[in-house]
């Protein structure tokens, strides 16, 4: 392929290679190799030997590191519950298909075809318009900034944020403003500088002492933490459900300068720019956020924020669009102990895998979808060896996105990753038969995944200044901006969870909602707030949120 381009000849006719595309055709092929890990760097973290992201004392910890994923040591025993689960499941879903003909209907099109039908639209909520008018008639147009404050002040998760320093002299008080005013300014992409003209005292000089100081990802993460658990522990389970273990996940693009070593072109969204990818439950609230190239593995930055989100919550279910699973996905999330469940946009083209051989006339309804069957030997002789990369990711001994690029090799491909895929199939096959035969499962997903179109809705309004576009080059300046958009978001998510309860713990308001306006029930709504004008801000000033009286 690089021949044309390497050889060449000279006005002799003699041939010579052309220098500058011989390094170019090296270095194309080192990054390559080093992407997937076939070549490593000594004394690298991230590209450095893939057998240190294994964990050493695996052998000597066997027992305990299956107990913990929660799997038998023994590969038959693995293998033949989940075998006994797809047969399960597959005649289930070959049984009740002849119920469904108004639902899901497989045709002879382009040798099997998968017809679903669309789901009814559920009734209109009536009566959170009028929910929404009475939080803006008790607390009127409110300032994010003030907002933010709120859930400082009430949560503390000020205190996270630390000097550096041996020792710190600064007034707690004063700091604590300045470091809102910071947080303020990168949340909402205004920058300190137009932040610092506002009514609070504090000088441009003093709020950028304050952030290369005292601010940095882990504590903002901290926050995030703090936040999230709070809105967990406030919560009314008579106003929304009981705890859920359920979590939604897609990615949303912000804009970013040529400059920025990070910005790439995204084939779907079309410009130039970052994605930042969001984990959100059922109620509105993020558990994780990270930053990530446009063409980064959202597979991997979902396994990613599963595993460190560090929050109170407990993830058994995850919702991902189409972009966010693949049949490696599947069987990484089955040995690290949640469900994948994605809303697949070309339902249409799936297959499900047979579970046995020499039985081709098992499950004569799914005939036109049926394809080769699971390779149990492949996944049994492999068996221990995925555990060990599961085991990896579980204590963070090795990065998602760099097992799954070792595993994607341009010129073979690798054993283990074979088997996951095999192992994917199979579980994958269950989802199918259980989403196919299940509107209530169908419309489950489609809810959680409304949630989070919600929430990127939201992030436009917040981050508005500088068009939305992320206007520096530095890394860390755009992963610090991105957790204080998280963390300016799910802020708004504790405080607009305290002032519906405050509304709804009246027996008049509370018997005004209906089924469906507690099913369309979310904490992120913004119509009573603005995040512009004058930033003032007074540490004394509180919200009246448990006191305040109905006019």
Not at 14 to 43: F, H, M, P, S
Not at 50 to 59: G, I, M, T, V, Y
Request: charged fraction near 25%; proline fraction near 3%; hydrophobic fraction near 40%.
């Amino acid at each position: 392929m690089w021949r044309d381009l390497v050889v060449e000849k000279d006005k002799e006719g003699e041939t010579r290679i052309n220098r500058v595309n011989y390094e170019l055709c090296v270095l194309d092929a080192l990054q390559e190799k080093v992407r997937c890990r076939e070549l490593w760097v000594v004394g690298a973290n991230k590209y450095r030997n893939p057998d240190d992201d294994l964990p050493k004392d695996f052998e000597e910890k066997r027992t305990e590191y299956y107990e913990a994923l929660g799997h038998p040591e023994k590969a038959e025993a693995f293998i033949t519950m989940l075998r006994q689960e797809m047969i399960d499941a597959l005649t289930s879903f070959d049984q009740a298909l002849p119920k469904l003909s108004d639902q899901v209907r497989l045709l002879d099109k382009k040798g099997g075809w998968i017809s679903l039908t669309p789901l009814t639209a559920q009734p209109e909520p009536q009566n959170l318009r009028k929910l929404k008018t009475e939080i803006m008639r008790r607390w009127g147009i409110t300032s994010l900034l003030d907002i933010l404050k709120e859930a400082a002040l009430r949560i503390g998760f000020a205190e996270h944020f630390k000097s550096s320093a041996s020792r710190e002299v600064l007034d707690r008080e004063i700091l604590q403003k300045r470091l809102l005013l910071c947080l303020y300014g990168m949340g909402t992409n205004t920058g300190l500088k137009r932040i610092s003209q506002g009514d609070h005292g504090q000088s441009y000089n003093e709020l950028i002492y304050t952030r290369r100081r005292y601010i940095n990802q882990e504590h903002l993460r901290a926050a995030i933490i703090d936040v999230a658990n709070a809105i967990f522990q406030v919560r009314q389970p008579h106003i929304w459900g009981e705890g859920t273990t359920t979590c939604a996940s897609d990615s949303t693009q912000f804009g970013a300068w040529d400059q920025n070593l990070m910005t790439e072109w995204h084939m779907r969204y079309g410009g130039k720019g970052v994605m930042i990818y969001w984990h959100v439950e059922r109620h509105a609230t993020c558990i994780y956020s990270q930053l990530k190239t446009c063409s980064s593995s959202e597979v991997a930055a979902m396994i990613k924020g599963v595993l460190r989100h560090c929050t109170q919550m407990k993830v058994e279910k995850q919702f991902v669009d189409t972009h966010g699973q693949n049949e490696v996905a599947f069987g990484f999330c089955h040995l690290l102990g949640f469900k994948l469940m994605p809303r697949l946009k070309n339902i249409y083209a799936q297959r499900l895998a047979r579970p046995e051989t020499g039985k081709p006339d098992a499950y004569p309804h799914l005939q036109r979808i049926l394809s080769k069957p699971i390779d149990w030997e492949l996944i049994r002789e492999q068996y221990d060896q995925m555990i060990k990369f599961a085991t990896a990711l579980r204590l963070g001994t090795a990065e998602t996105e760099a097992v799954l690029r070792r595993f994607n090799q341009t010129e073979l491909q690798h054993p283990t990753y074979r088997a996951f895929a095999e192992l994917g199939r199979a579980v994958k096959t269950i989802f199918l038969c259980q989403y196919l035969q299940s509107e209530a499962l169908r419309r489950e997903i489609h809810e959680g995944l409304n949630v989070i179109e919600n929430w990127n809705g939201a992030n436009g309004f917040i981050f508005y200044g500088k068009s939305g576009d992320f206007a520096t080059n530095r890394l860390d300046e755009q992963e610090l901006a991105a957790l204080s958009l998280h963390l300016l978001q799910i802020c708004l998510v504790y405080v607009n969870t305290l002032l519906i309860q405050r509304v709804l713990a009246e027996p008049q308001q509370f018997r005004q909602m209906k089924k469906e306006d507690f099913r369309a029930l979310t904490p992120l709504i913004y119509s009573h707030v603005t995040p512009y004008g004058l930033f003032r801000l007074d540490l004394s000033e509180r919200m009246q949120i448990e006191e305040v009286l109905s006019a």
